[in-house]
């Protein structure tokens, strides 16, 4: 059974910090996908990293692909509140064949 | 285009109940994955339903079921309710089959307790 392990799972921070949530496993995953959850609503899609060491920059969030494929990070330049939510990381283990991997979330608050 | 639906939002069950839950893809998609949502367990992989056929099935008991209809759109059924199965359930489309380079979308949802 592959497992993804999210840290840290609470995170509460002023505006204008900067921040790293991680996902580890000691699988390898084809690709890794990110997630924001808000409440209420279903996940929506940040970003996938498909190669190793792969870096993706999307405005002040930088998602990281670990060299073998086995671990992720989310850093947050200047935290907004706007930046408050569930994220969560998710594996898939190509081949088509299973549906994704989740990690249990990193619940961050950005305090104005 | 519009999103995926699911529908009920939110609804209350007893012990011993069944359920079912419906969702509607996004238009032109073809995957349809159901997972569970706990605060303790996380996102939880249920099946994943491609051309009306169940593909992929996690780790749950026989009481959860599911299918798809010629039009994508598909259900979930839970039989005799637990305790532990209040969760929100959440839907999931895409164009094709599995995780692997393939961006899935969300629904917002189904909200079940079970008392």
């Known amino acids: 059974t592959q497992l993804l392990e999210q840290s840290p799972q609470f995170l509460s921070i002023q505006e204008g910090e900067n921040l790293t949530v991680y996902c580890n496993s000691s699988s390898v995953f084809s690709s890794l996908q990110w997630y924001r959850q808000e409440p209420g609503e279903g996940p929506v899609l940040l970003v996938t990293v498909v190669t190793g060491g792969e870096v993706k920059k999307l405005k002040r969030l930088t998602f990281q692909f670990g060299d073998a494929r086995k671990d992720s990070s989310l850093h947050i330049t200047a935290a907004q509140p706007g930046d408050t939510g569930l994220y969560l990381c998710a594996g898939a283990s190509g081949g088509g064949a299973d549906g994704l991997t989740f990690g249990k979330g990193t619940h961050l608050i950005i305090q104005p | 285009k519009a999103g995926v639906t699911q529908t009920p939002r939110y609804l209350i069950k007893t012990r011993g109940q069944q359920v079912t839950l419906s969702c509607s893809p996004i238009?032109?998609?073809?995957?349809v994955s159901w997972y569970q949502q706990t605060p303790g367990q996380g996102l939880q992989f249920l099946f994943e339903?491609?051309?009306?056929?169940?593909?992929n099935k996690g780790n749950f008991p026989g009481r959860f079921s599911g299918r798809q209809f010629s039009n994508s759109r598909s259900e979930m059924n839970v039989s005799t309710l637990e305790l532990g199965d209040s969760a929100l359930y959440l839907c999931?489309?895409?164009?094709?089959?599995?995780?692997?380079?393939?961006?899935?979308?969300f629904g917002e949802g189904s909200w079940l307790t079970v008392v």
């Open positions: 339903y491609f051309s009306e056929t169940q593909r």
């Open positions: 999931a489309s895409s164009l094709w089959q599995g995780g692997d380079g393939n961006t899935i979308y």
């Open positions: 238009s032109g998609h073809r995957s």
